[in-house]
């Protein structure tokens, strides 16, 4: 009977069992024990891109179908959520520095910029312009030397360092497309250019006053300190459409750099304000002020947007409350994306799987003061 089996054949049982139980543990990566489930999913994610051949993107979902494959993006924001890991458990430093440096070269990748000819664009998309781009390049460059004191990359970060803090302090800031200005990717270049600051003691961060300045000056959201989604300096044309998330975006990325702060929190203020919507228990952020025109495709894409980037603007805020419920609401919009993505058309599978990867991040971001050991400090 089940309940009276004999000890000896139990023990001995048992004593076979052992090994392959102990065989299947040490399988895993002993650094999954020491992370939490997205955490791990984000490290394993980024381990097998880095595994594949320098010039094989199809593990970031590649489709012929579509123009922009938004390689840079998910190389990018999982680089910037190894560096969190480490952070918060520096044992896995050296596993994650080879898998960041691998994930550096794929950036440099010719198929990483092809989006710049297939969209039409002129010029190679290296020398200027493409903040969406080089901006998100110079932060790993700063990264490699930041956090992993990595120095093969040193010569190319001074070059794109110069260049980018000459563009922005131009007469306008560096434009993400022909005519197409987006201030949230001139924040990224301004976090990388503190960071070259404080290695090589130069002052190329001074340029995010200015860019902040002509923000307010050309593209104002009226009754804020925030800045619109975007401007056309050709024709001085700006939308609000996706003022939620593009703000979001800059709190989080100038929040950490000296000098800013406290415009960044004067910002955040103004955000929760005009953006948060109060409801019970979970977390939403409109993607438009109101009274913005918006179809409803455009209204759940742009809110959808704005709560993601939101999580990480209440992390840099240190909003606490609201952070845990912003983090629920992208988990599960996560969720139902990850479901339903097979029935999306191909260009959209590949916004759908874009999203995916910077909402993980997202998710699991202990914010730059934190991953950047950065002291809290009045400016």
């Known amino acids: 009977m089940i309940g009276h089996r004999n000890p000896r054949i139990a023990a ?96 440099e990748r010719p198929a990483t910029l092809a989006y710049w000819k297939a969209r039409g664009f002129e010029g190679d998309g290296l020398a200027s312009e493409n903040a969406m781009y080089r901006s998100h390049l110079n932060l790993l460059y700063a990264l490699a030397h930041d956090r992993f004191g990595e120095t093969r990359f040193d010569a190319r970060f001074h070059t794109l360092s110069l260049s980018l803090s000459n563009e922005i302090a131009g007469t306008r800031p560096i434009c993400c497309e022909p005519d197409h200005l987006f201030v949230q990717c001139n924040a990224v270049a301004v976090l990388s250019l503190y960071l070259h600051d404080r290695a090589f003691a130069t002052d190329y961060a001074r340029a995010g006053k200015r860019l902040l300045a002509w923000a307010r000056e050309h593209m104002p959201l009226q009754g804020t300190r925030l800045v619109r989604e975007d401007y056309r300096p050709s024709t001085g044309e700006s939308s609000a459409r996706g ?85 629920w609401t992208v988990a599960y919009v996560e969720r139902l994306v990850n479901d339903y993505e097979w029935m999306l058309p191909p260009g959209r599978r590949v916004e759908a799987r874009t999203f995916r990867t910077i909402a993980l991040f997202a998710r699991t971001f202990r914010g730059w003061n934190e991953v950047l050991e950065l002291k809290e400090k009045a400016d």
Not at 73 to 95: T, W
Not at 248 to 277: E, H, N, Q, S
Not at 300 to 312: I, K, P, V
Request: glycine share 6%; charged share 20%.
């Open 243 to 327: 003022t939620g998330y593009a703000n979001a975006w800059t709190i989080a990325f100038l929040a950490p750099v000296p000098g800013l702060k406290g415009d960044a929190r004067a910002m955040y203020a103004d955000w929760r304000r005009t953006f948060v919507v109060p409801v019970p228990f979970v977390g939403l952020v409109k993607g438009a002020p109101d009274g913005e025109a918006l179809s409803m495709e455009e209204m759940l894409s742009s809110s959808l947007l704005a709560t993601t980037f939101g999580l990480l603007a209440a992390r840099a805020a240190g909003d606490d409350r609201l952070h845990v419920r912003l983090q």
């Open 12 to 107: 001995r049982s048992l004593h076979w069992l052992w090994w392959p139980l102990l065989l299947l543990v040490l399988a895993f990566p002993s650094f999954a024990q020491a992370l939490s489930p997205d955490e791990t999913l984000l490290l394993g994610r980024a381990r097998v891109i880095a595994a594949a051949p320098l010039d094989d993107f199809a593990v970031l979902d590649a489709t012929r179908w579509a123009r922009d494959s938004h390689y840079r993006y998910q190389l990018a924001f999982l680089s910037y959520g190894l560096c969190s890991i480490v952070q918060g458990e520096p044992a896995l430093r050296d596993k994650c520095r080879g898998i960041f440096m691998r994930l550096v070269e794929k950036m």
